[in-house]
């Protein structure tokens, strides 16, 4: 068959993916990627053959999906988290973690989230520019992520450092950050086990306790690892929704003007700029056909979200920003037995942040340009540099 062909390192398509996968989305359900040191790799474009892939329990999620950094060998096995299991062993995983992220324990989450992004405005000066991504959007996660856990306040300062490393991508900062969490993921599971709270991490420590062949203590120290990991993805979806917004002044007066499309806003901002563009790898555990292109087994295959949450076959003017759009099937947090558990949290967290936001600080306005980086993976922002404005 004739595939399309897009080139990762092309900076047009890095500038604007959107754009490269709409002039190739019409010809086919699938393309291939051209990446330096890879060999075939494909992306599925479309809506429905997407949410297929990622539905398929032949298409595996393993360590070659993920970028492993290099480690001391001591935390090696902490390292295969639940985002690597498929099958009976993440569903096994997922049971255990999903109850403390449903919408409703979200929902009642949001007042202590809202006292977290108060505070983190409180440090911010008003009227002189300032990186929201650093001094907001990147501590807020972690912050969160520390309340949600039980990590005691005395430690937190320290954890905002490990969710920077982990935030600025991968990297030396990064690897050098993870047995620091690790070891304090160790000790904060003894402290809660001396001293149990009411957080997740002493709900987990019970299920440990009660029924140690559930969740073994490997098993829950890497739980915590991933967390804090998987975690960070607010920061940029909160900093891109807010540089989206003041790329279009009309949806964000809409906003100002009715606070109540606050969660409509947060899926539109998911749908249309997604923090991850593409999902990790999946790998056939047969030969496959998606689309009508053959793939064969163990050929690496992932979806372009970039290009799924757009497909005019789903989506009415997908190109548009609609802030009052009904929420639809978008794959902003994925779909399928991988469907992101932190969901729920996430779109409470922004719509929290974003609330707050254009609250306190009407006249909100850019200071700078919101330049993103030039990284096919993560839709990402170097920074966001704004002028905090409050009313009068």
Not at 3 to 9: F, G, W, Y
Not at 160 to 181: K, Q, T, V
Not at 211 to 232: C, F, H, I, N, Y
Request: aromatic share 6%; proline share 11%.
């Amino acid at each position: 068959m004739d595939v399309p062909e897009i080139d990762l390192t092309d900076p047009a398509v890095l500038h604007d993916p959107y754009t490269a996968y709409a002039q190739v989305r019409e010809r086919s359900a699938v393309v291939r990627l051209l990446m330096p040191g890879f060999g075939p790799f494909w992306a599925v474009t479309r809506h429905a053959e997407a949410r297929a892939v990622l539905a398929d329990p032949r298409m595996l999620i393993n360590q070659s999906s993920f970028m492993r950094p290099d480690v001391p060998e001591h935390c090696l096995p902490y390292m295969r988290t639940m985002s690597e299991t498929n099958g009976a062993e993440h569903a096994r995983l997922r049971r255990l973690v999903a109850p403390a992220f449903t919408p409703r324990r979200a929902g009642e989450f949001g007042a202590r989230i809202e006292r977290i992004v108060e505070g983190l405005l409180d440090e911010l000066p008003e009227r002189e520019p300032v990186d929201l991504l650093e001094r907001f959007a990147k501590p807020l996660p972690i912050d969160v992520i520390c309340e949600l856990v039980g990590i005691p306040p005395a430690d937190r300062p320290r954890w905002r450092e490990y969710g920077a490393a982990i935030a600025a991508g991968h990297g030396e900062r990064f690897a050098r950050a993870i047995p620091s969490i690790i070891g304090d993921a160790r000790s904060a599971i003894a402290g809660t086990r001396a001293e149990p709270g009411d957080g997740l991490l002493s709900d987990l420590a019970r299920v440990v306790e009660e029924g140690g062949d559930r969740l073994s203590d490997d098993e829950l120290v890497t739980m915590v690892w991933l967390l804090v990991l998987a975690g960070q993805t607010p920061a940029n979806l909160i900093a891109n929704a807010v540089a989206v917004l003041l790329a279009h002044p009309d949806q964000l007066a809409a906003l100002r003007a009715d606070p109540g499309l606050l969660p409509r806003a947060v899926d539109e901002l998911a749908r249309w700029s997604p923090p991850q563009p593409m999902t990790v790898p999946r790998f056939p555990a047969e030969d496959v056909e998606i689309g009508g292109v053959p793939i064969p087994k163990g050929q690496p295959v992932t979806v372009s979200i970039a290009s799924a949450n757009r497909d005019p076959r789903v989506f009415d003017e997908p190109d548009r920003l609609d802030i009052t759009r009904e929420p639809g099937p978008h794959l902003g947090f994925g779909h399928g037995p991988h469907f992101c558990v932190g969901s729920s949290l996430a779109r409470v967290e922004t719509a929290v942040a974003l609330g707050a936001l254009l609250r306190r600080f009407p006249a909100l306005a850019a200071a700078g340009e919101a330049a993103f980086l030039p990284d096919p993976g993560t839709r990402r922002l170097a920074s966001l540099p704004v002028i905090l404005r409050p009313a009068g």
